[in-house]
């Protein structure tokens, strides 16, 4: 069964940072695109980040400059590095892995940030 599990959110300050990891199991990671969506209170899920097969890569505007998506195709696991975090990025972040012959999402990890 192919599957993916998010790890790494937590409760951190502002300022801080944490990283998000996805791990792709019972199949190959490198033919997706990946993409990191955070759910907020209105439970609709935004495009954090988004990485192709072929390594194109966007961001939510509200990210720019501080977070950063990135593969391990040798561990099929991809990342989300989030830097300099703030109050408003707190939510339920979700991996995706898309490929033409359907999507999969991962279960969700929560990240709250506040002081």
């Known amino acids: 069964q192919v599957q993916l599990v998010e790890s790494g959110g937590g409760l951190v300050q502002p300022g801080g940072s944490l990283r998000l990891s996805c791990t792709l199991s019972?199949?190959?990671?490198?033919?997706?695109?990946v993409g990191w969506y955070r759910q907020g209170p209105r439970k609709q899920r935004d495009l954090v980040a988004a990485l192709n097969s072929g390594g194109s890569i966007a961001y939510g505007e509200s990210v720019k400059g501080r977070f950063t998506i990135s593969r391990d195709n040798a561990k099929n696991t991809a990342y989300l590095q989030m830097n300099n975090l703030k109050p408003e990025d707190t939510g339920v972040y979700f991996c995706?892995?898309?490929?033409?012959?359907?999507?999969?999402w991962g279960q969700g990890t929560q990240v709250t940030v506040s002081s």
């Open positions: 995706n892995a898309e490929h033409y012959t359907g999507a999969l």
């Open positions: 019972g199949g190959d990671i490198s033919i997706y695109a």
